[in-house]
């Protein structure tokens, strides 16, 4: 429904820093390493309208990685693959160049891929249009420079500086030029109309098979996947429709200890995933089944817990690891070296054979409806009075703990807050108590739940 603009060119001219551009925040890393952007990175952005009043339109803009890179894990090949089918997709490419260094013969190979494929759509209702982009404007001294593009033949380019936002507005009028948003189905919807529906975050260490799984969602190749640790470095969000659930499975790049980081690129991917950990709705958890459970699990578990996220335990690569276990075995073990997610459905899948995967993803959809669902406060008081005839606080210093009442205060995370004479008395453990009756007696019983304290006539304090 949304249009696909697509921006490409050879490596380095600055393709992720004008998506980060529009986007308005920070999409795609940006490094000076060639070859960061492997996978077609997208995000939903809003093109303001011409006049004072007017209608925003919203459209999906991807980025891909540079052509013609020299990929340091023999990479290229599927780099390349993947800009053809965002190109295969694309309503307006952006074909950006670098205006400080000029024009490179990669650049001329560029241009003569895009007239190709512009021939090869030429089929296509309105064709495939090319804005050219010349980036790195960032003085007037440039702007000469930036007029070598017309040289690869397709017309006046917007000079930009995707580190300044120089021209931006001049940019948007390109490309409402070049969209016709009117005929456009959906472009003109609310943003909240549009959005990304359920946010699913693929999380787990190197080689679990995040990716294949995130291509086996999507039925398409969507991301690359291969033999090699390490293959993706950026969060790439994929908007997928399964039997009209709109949804979003975010493919995060693979963690491992912090102490074995190697550069700063491999920071930036860890902390893209912690970050897509904190904004997902439902994570899952991926275990690769067939090496055991590690350190870098169980940070991965803590994480987790930390935000309180809904999480199905997905155990991978099934198929070449149940000869030597049942799945009750299997079970055993991971409440054995995770023990503190033992709560959590566990889905067993192989993601490159596509067998289990709807199991994993109507779990999933479960967890986020228990995740939104809201208690009434007599029923959670109901509860609460049960709870304490079961099994009432210790004393502490001859003082009683006393809960006055409880109410859900919050979803996703379901938030129950109780109003006591002093959060201090109520120590670690029955604190867990109270977890583990809750997660038993309310609809709660496979996700997180946020537990607070508050002093009847004080401030919150968090337990």
């Known amino acids: 429904m949304l249009p696909r603009i ?32 492997r996978d077609r990175i997208s995000t939903l952005i ?37 800009i053809a089918r965002g190109l295969a997709d694309a309503d307006l490419v952006l074909f950006v160049v670098d205006a400080q260094s000029g024009l490179m013969p990669l650049d001329h ?64 009028d390109r490309i409402r030029e070049h969209i016709d948003f009117d005929h456009r189905e959906g472009a003109d919807n609310e943003a ?8 699913l975050a693929m999380v787990g260490k190197r080689n679990a098979g995040k990716s294949t799984l995130v291509n086996a ?62 904004r997902a709705d439902v994570c899952l958890l991926l275990i690769d ?16 817990l930390r935000h309180h996220r809904p999480t199905v335990i997905v155990v991978n690569k099934w198929d070449l690891a149940e000869k030597q276990y049942t799945q009750e075995e299997y079970v055993d073990y991971l409440d054995e070296s995770i023990k ?15 067998e289990g995967v709807r199991e994993m993803l109507a779990m999933a959809m479960n967890l986020y409806e228990q995740a939104s669902h809201r208690v009434s406060t007599s029923e959670m008081n109901q509860v609460i009075e049960q709870v304490m005839e079961e099994r009432g606080p210790s004393s502490k ?25 002093d959060p201090e008395l109520f120590d670690n453990n029955y604190q867990r108590f109270l977890l583990n009756r809750f997660r038993d007696l309310l609809p709660f019983s496979e996700v997180p739940i946020h537990l607070q304290f508050r002093q009847r006539g004080r401030h919150a304090v968090e337990g």
């Open 340 to 354: 503190a997610m033992t709560y959590a459905p566990i889905a067993f899948i192989s993601a490159k054979q596509g």
């Open 6 to 37: 697509v921006i490409v060119g050879r490596p380095n001219v600055g393709k992720s820093s004008l998506l980060n551009m529009l986007a308005g925040r920070r999409v795609s890393i940006v490094d000076p390493t060639a070859g960061v952007t």
């Open 109 to 172: 190979t560029v241009a003569k891929l895009l007239r190709s494929e512009s021939a090869q759509a030429a089929g296509r209702k309105g064709g495939r249009p090319v804005l050219m982009v010349t980036n790195k404007v960032d003085a007037e001294k440039h702007e000469a420079e930036a007029f070598e593009s017309l040289k690869l033949g397709f017309g006046d380019p917007v000079m930009v500086s995707a580190n300044t936002g120089h021209n931006k507005h001049e940019l948007y």
């Open 217 to 278: 969602l999507a039925g398409d190749e969507r991301v690359i996947v291969s033999e090699q640790e390490g293959t993706t470095r950026d969060s790439v969000d994929v908007r997928i429709e399964i039997d009209g659930q709109v949804l979003t499975a975010i493919d995060t790049a693979g963690v491992r200890k912090r102490k074995s980081l190697a550069d700063d690129i491999e920071f930036y991917s860890y902390h893209r995933s912690l970050r897509s950990i904190r």
């Open 46 to 82: 809003e093109i303001p309208p011409a006049e004072r009043g007017g209608v925003v339109r919203h459209a999906e803009l991807i980025d891909t990685g540079g052509y013609g890179v020299e990929d340091v894990q023999q990479l290229t090949a599927e780099i390349e693959r993947q």
């Open 397 to 421: 210093g001859g003082k009683r703990a006393k809960i006055y009442y409880g109410t859900q205060t919050d979803v996703r995370p379901p938030t129950i807050t109780l109003f006591v004479n």
């Open 192 to 199: 909240s109309d549009i959005e990304t529906g359920i946010l």
């Open 289 to 304: 089944s067939t090496v055991p459970t590690s350190q870098v699990d169980r940070q991965l578990v803590t994480e987790l």
